[in-house]
């Protein structure tokens, strides 16, 4: 039932922010209505989120299935499927809705939002994270491009994260023949609930199943950001390589993730015993990656068709 709210509410939202886009005769210049679909193949070297990664590797093969509805709406639905040894599964899902809108030759940005789906075993870093919406507002200085992303995430807690960055397009070729490289860097802030939240779900459940506990006994744990705030996670240096034909594509995408500010945690465990009686005890849960944190170095692969 919250899913279809979600889904209906963002419809909706798509719906009266339209209407206003068309309204304004300096925006959205593409007056195509013709559907187009696509699906794409990517495989995923590592998952990385605000330049943090899981102490085992995961990578990801993804499928994705657009449909673009004209006149800037689109839709995606994105598999991911998990390739770490002994843990293959189909991770997570994602449902995005969105609107793309153009404002004259230099002002380009989109409206979108998002919903995810994740498995019972997934252990992601952002796994807590249900659902998104954002929006994007680049423009074009000629020389580069200024890019700015905002997102709301929800999960127990909402958080904002704010990317800007810069990046300059080189293209070569035919419309239907054509490469393209874009050198980019980016930077990530953001709050940090999203982190708060999946850190406690995971010591809850390493704590119940390494205690040898009775059933009666009951294990709760609470972990508190010690130095929370609006912060500078990572930048990311990226080199995305494309070809795009009239049916088919490929693209490579090479990225560095530089991490920052390492994200401290303390968790209180508390155990109530069948008597009543509650022991607790406060320890220094920040991960070992946090307090080592490293450059991290990953690409993306993939392959698409357009129908």
């Known amino acids: 039932m ?33 559907p187009s679909f696509k699906i794409q193949f990517d495989y995923l070297s590592n998952y990385i989120y605000n330049g943090r990664a899981d ?7 993804i499928t994705t ?4 509805f004209g006149n800037g709406f689109y839709s995606n639905f994105i598999a991911n499927y998990l390739l770490t040894p002994n843990q293959r599964r189909f991770d997570f899902f994602e449902l995005d809705l969105g609107y793309e809108y153009k404002l004259g030759k230099k002002i380009s940005g989109e409206l979108y939002g998002s919903k995810y789906f994740y498995s019972n075993q997934s252990s992601l870093l952002n796994g807590d994270i249900t659902s998104d919406f954002g929006a994007t507002f680049n423009y074009d200085l000629g020389f580069f491009q200024f890019n700015n992303t905002v997102d709301m995430f929800f999960s127990g807690k909402s958080d ?13 070729g035919e419309e239907n023949a054509k490469w393209e490289i874009t050198p980019g860097i980016y930077s990530v802030f953001s709050s940090l609930n999203y982190y708060e939240s999946v850190l406690t779900r995971k010591l809850t459940g390493q704590k119940g199943i390494k205690s040898g506990l009775t059933p009666s006994a009951n294990v709760q744990s609470a972990t508190t950001i010690l130095d929370k705030g609006f912060k500078l996670l ?11 034909a009239a049916k088919w594509g490929f693209q490579f995408t090479p990225t560095l993730a530089i991490p920052y500010h390492p994200i401290h945690t303390s968790t209180i465990n508390s155990i109530t015993l069948p008597s009543g009686a509650v022991n607790s005890n406060t320890i220094d849960s920040t991960p070992y990656s946090e307090k080592n944190l490293s450059n991290l170095f990953y690409f993306q692969i993939g392959f698409n068709y357009k129908f």
């Open 2 to 34: 919250r899913k279809c709210i979600y889904i209906s509410l963002l419809v909706s939202i798509l719906t009266v922010t339209s209407n206003f886009l068309f309204g304004q005769s300096n925006f959205n210049n593409d007056t195509s209505s013709k």
């Open 55 to 61: 102490s085992i590797a995961s990578p990801y093969q």
């Open 65 to 68: 299935a657009s449909a673009n």
């Open 160 to 172: 904002i994260q704010y990317m800007p960055g810069i990046e300059k397009s080189f293209e070569w």
């Open 234 to 244: 990572d930048v990311e240096c990226s080199i995305p390589i494309s070809y795009q």
